[in-house]
């Protein structure tokens, strides 16, 4: 089966931290670039972090300075670490890999990924 799930979502107080984690097995490797997206009701998906097959990353203005993506290429696993939430970071978070062959630093575009996990929700209160 080829699938992404992701973890780590749930809800925190303005200022907080949460890291998110999606399993993404092969998709890890150098053959994939990845990224992380968000999406709230009635809104076009968003770009938030990308990291690329050539390692490089990328991330929207908004989350520049406050949220980190990485990877672990031995555990399979690929995080955000997403610190000084604030209500505006409200939103279903998905994890997504794609390997087109002329994309190579990371992407916050969502139509160059064709593999995407169900999502997990980050909801950020007073």
């Known amino acids: 089966q080829v699938e992404l799930v992701e973890s780590g979502g749930g809800s925190v107080q303005a200022g907080g931290s949460l890291r998110l984690s999606c399993a993404a097995g092969r998709y890890t490797t150098s053959l994939f670039y990845m990224g992380w997206f968000r999406q709230t009701p009635g809104n076009e998906r968003e770009g938030v972090a990308g990291i690329g097959r050539d390692g490089t990353v990328i991330y929207a203005d908004s989350v520049k300075g406050r949220f980190t993506i990485s990877k672990d290429n031995a555990k399979e696993i690929l995080y955000l670490q997403m610190n000084s939430l604030t209500h505006e970071d409200t939103a279903m978070y998905y994890c997504?890999?794609?390997?087109?062959?002329?994309?190579?630093?990371?992407?916050?575009?969502?139509?160059?990924?064709?593999?995407w996990g169900q999502g997990t929700q980050v909801t950020v209160s007073s």
């Open positions: 997504a890999a794609g390997r087109k062959y002329w994309v190579a630093a990371g992407s916050l575009e969502s139509s160059v990924y064709n593999v």
